[in-house]
């Protein structure tokens, strides 16, 4: 049936085009470009051994840029309305000829996904978006079961792998004018996200800015997560060889995922994206059951001691549950809870810690 939407397709366009009628000659080419891009995608090969494991996708590679010979009709097309004299047409079809084109050249120079530090806070500013905000928190974990915890978390994840350990990030994207606007608004957002966590032996802690900066100093190169494979549709989270992993769910849902190889690029931060939405959706209790059988969360420390303590203690005065052990010579402050050991912390992560637990 595709095949005889796509004759359908340039026959009419080619009517139009004749006809003087170029808005839809351009609807037409514009729908057949669309489903060249599709047919461009990468073609993943999934293979299973004899014990029906999933193995990592394999990726067949082209080297017949489909997209180069639909930028060049466009460009001929262009071309032809030159020649009649045409006043628009030609110029569409040009620009989505190099539109074509250029969709397929490596991304170079600075990046929208770029952040900076913004000083004295928990805060990263995007680069392009002077007043959209991203703070970067980490999940400290009291449990060694990611499904326990996060099972029922509506929010974006950023799972770091290395080994058989994996770091838990939140970032949390806010907008407004100034920095005391944006830190006001990220503990407001944490607020009720840290009771629910705290509820599964898991807590909260926001990096300060130059820390969650230094975290995410790395390129990132995308992965194939095959999430709709067989009937297990959360294999690959397995099998796929990645460094880092987002995961967006929605009403339980595993709504977008992306994988990544990263890195090291010191001096520059990168969050990285979403990626696309999945079509199959399986349940974010499974992708996380999945990611508990290979990895395990970091070990509780003495952080997720203290964060415990001032979540335990919500509602009683500073001065009873928060024990001041004085300043450092690096800037930073040594504070303790009842019955913990004194950790090492800045004054913009531990306002937005009590903020946040109350």
Same mark, same amino acid.
């Given at each position: 049936?595709?095949?005889?939407?796509?004759?359908?397709?340039?026959?009419?366009?080619?009517?139009?085009?004749?006809?003087?009628?170029?808005?839809?000659? @351009?609807?037409?080419?514009?729908?057949?470009?669309?489903?060249?891009?599709?047919?461009?995608?990468?073609?993943?090969?999934?293979?299973?051994?004899?014990?029906?494991?999933?193995?990592?996708?394999?990726?067949?590679?082209?080297?017949?840029?489909?997209?180069?010979?639909?930028?060049?009709?466009?460009?001929?097309?262009?071309?032809?309305?030159?020649?009649?004299?045409?006043?628009?047409?030609?110029?569409?079809?040009?620009?989505?000829?190099?539109?074509?084109?250029?969709?397929?050249?490596?991304? +170079?120079?600075? *990046?929208?996904?770029?952040?900076?530090?913004?000083?004295?806070?928990?805060?990263?500013?995007?680069?392009?978006?002077?007043?959209?905000?991203? *703070?970067?928190? $980490?999940?400290?974990?009291?449990?060694?079961?990611?499904?326990?915890?996060?099972?029922?978390?509506?929010?974006? @994840?950023?799972?770091?792998?290395?080994?058989?350990?994996?770091?838990?990030?939140?970032?949390?994207?806010?907008?407004?004018?100034?920095?005391?606007?944006? $830190? *006001?608004?990220?503990? $407001?957002? @944490?607020?009720?996200?840290? +009771?629910?966590?705290?509820?599964?032996?898991?807590?909260?802690?926001?990096?300060?800015?130059?820390?969650?900066?230094?975290?995410?100093?790395?390129?990132?190169?995308?992965?194939?997560?095959?999430?709709?494979?067989?009937?297990?549709? #959360?294999?690959?989270?397995?099998?796929?060889?990645?460094?880092?992993?987002?995961?967006?769910?929605?009403?339980?849902? @595993?709504?977008?995922?992306?994988?990544?190889?990263?890195?090291?690029?010191?001096?520059?931060?990168?969050?990285?994206?979403?990626?696309?939405?999945?079509?199959?959706?399986?349940?974010?209790? $499974?992708?996380?059951?999945?990611?508990?059988?290979?990895? #395990?969360?970091?070990?509780?420390?003495?952080?997720?001691?203290?964060?415990?303590?001032?979540?335990?203690?919500?509602?009683?005065?500073?001065?009873?549950?928060?024990?001041?052990?004085?300043?450092?010579?690096?800037?930073?402050?040594?504070?303790?809870?009842?019955?913990?050991?004194?950790?090492?912390?800045?004054?913009?992560?531990?306002?937005?810690?009590?903020?946040?637990?109350?």
């Amino acid at each position: 049936m595709g095949w005889i939407l796509n004759v359908v397709a340039v026959f009419v366009g080619l009517l139009s085009l004749g006809a003087g009628l170029w808005p839809i000659s @351009l609807l037409c080419f514009g729908y057949i470009a669309y489903r060249v891009w599709r047919a461009t995608r990468r073609n993943r090969v999934y293979v299973k051994d004899e014990g029906k494991r999933p193995q990592p996708p394999r990726v067949r590679k082209s080297y017949f840029k489909k997209r180069y010979a639909v930028a060049g009709v466009f460009f001929i097309l262009g071309f032809i309305g030159f020649q009649e004299g045409g006043a628009y047409s030609p110029w569409v079809f040009v620009s989505i000829g190099l539109v074509l084109v250029v969709s397929g050249l490596p991304i +170079r120079g600075p *990046s929208f996904s770029e952040v900076k530090p913004e000083a004295n806070s928990v805060l990263l500013r995007k680069r392009w978006a002077p007043f959209s905000w991203v *703070s970067l928190v $980490e999940v400290k974990f009291g449990t060694s079961q990611f499904s326990r915890a996060l099972a029922q978390f509506g929010t974006e @994840l950023i799972i770091a792998a290395e080994s058989e350990k994996a770091s838990v990030y939140l970032p949390v994207y806010v907008t407004a004018l100034s920095v005391p606007r944006a $830190e *006001s608004k990220v503990a $407001e957002t @944490l607020a009720p996200l840290a +009771r629910t966590l705290s509820t599964r032996g898991a807590y909260l802690l926001p990096l300060d800015s130059r820390e969650a900066a230094t975290r995410l100093e790395w390129t990132l190169r995308p992965v194939d997560l095959a999430l709709e494979y067989g009937r297990d549709g #959360v294999a690959s989270l397995e099998s796929a060889p990645f460094d880092v992993l987002v995961l967006a769910p929605s009403n339980h849902l @595993l709504e977008s995922a992306a994988a990544y190889v990263s890195e090291p690029m010191p001096g520059t931060a990168r969050l990285p994206r979403k990626g696309r939405k999945l079509e199959s959706q399986p349940l974010m209790w $499974e992708a996380l059951e999945k990611l508990g059988e290979k990895y #395990v969360p970091e070990s509780a420390d003495g952080m997720t001691t203290f964060l415990g303590s001032v979540c335990a203690t919500r509602g009683e005065s500073l001065g009873e549950r928060l024990v001041n052990g004085g300043e450092t010579g690096s800037g930073t402050i040594l504070v303790g809870a009842l019955g913990t050991t004194q950790i090492e912390l800045t004054r913009p992560q531990l306002r937005t810690i009590v903020r946040a637990y109350g």
